[in-house]
């Protein structure tokens, strides 16, 4: 599961390939978006969980192995304009997977935080079969801008400082667009409850209502799980090594 380039616009782009420990494939391919902090070791830990239950996972570096703190202002006003290098990156990310040997050529898109914002405006875009989105922004013309979206599975957190009426404006939209749809607000957690922080993020974590919640986060799991078995087609169980990805 090495970090890899793959080609993006005529140029390199970087990324980490998560794949199946078990078989040859081929399986469908997953486009793994970062939070604001980049493919750190939470985000590796993720696509490897989806590479278990038999997913091709690539998670492409938005930041192109530059800080997050040099580059996170740039990406929130992309996925805010809904424009910028960083689709391109996160097209060229989907090409890269569905024209591998080993990939069925289905893919889908899931993002966290920063990235559940890139993955929600990946929906409507060519070649995605399905898309997670995880407590990230809503725009305030989802109806408009979710147009011939893929089917949508979303979960937020109940506690989230942005609030609720991003996903209950989602779940309008979607409705409204018959977008085939799983939204899902946790009433008992915060922001970035499917991610677990040690040491003084934690702390930091707890203070801003975004510690990690277990059961939610396991919930959350297993709906994207069913609906990615649905959308994009059937993973394989992983491996039993106490619970889901955080």
């Not at 570096?61 to 580059?71: I, T």
């Not at 024209?99 to 559940?116: A, E, S």
């Not at 609906?227 to 169980?237: E, I, K, M, R």
């Amino acid at each position: 599961m090495p970090d890899i380039d793959y080609p993006v616009a005529g140029q390199s782009g970087r990324g980490y390939l998560a794949v199946p420990p078990t078989g040859s494939g081929p399986w469908p391919g997953v486009v793994v978006i970062h939070e604001v902090f980049g493919v750190n070791d939470d985000i590796r830990e993720k696509a490897g969980e989806l590479a278990a239950h038999g997913y091709l996972a690539l998670a492409p570096d938005l930041y192109d192995g530059k800080s997050w703190v040099r580059c996170v202002r740039s990406a929130i006003a992309q996925v805010r304009a809904g424009d910028g290098p960083a689709f391109t990156a996160l097209d060229a990310a989907r090409s890269f997977l569905a024209g591998r040997p080993d990939c069925t050529g289905k893919t889908g898109v899931i993002g966290f935080c920063l990235g559940g914002g890139f993955a929600l405006l990946c929906a409507p875009r060519e070649g995605f079969d399905v898309a997670s989105v995880n407590y990230g922004e809503v725009p305030k013309d989802a109806e408009q801008v979710l147009a011939g979206a893929c089917p949508i599975v979303g979960s937020y957190g109940g506690l989230d400082a942005m609030g609720t009426a991003g996903p209950e404006r989602l779940q309008r939209a979607l409705a409204v667009l018959e977008v085939p749809h799983d939204v899902m607000v946790y009433p008992g957690s915060g922001h970035r409850f499917m991610t677990q922080s040690t040491g003084a993020g934690a702390v930091l974590a707890k203070l801003g209502r975004m510690s990690f919640h277990p059961e939610d986060a396991a919930d959350a799991w297993q709906r994207i799980y069913r609906f990615f078995g649905t959308y994009l087609g059937a993973g394989q169980p992983a491996p039993d090594h106490g619970g889901e990805a955080g």
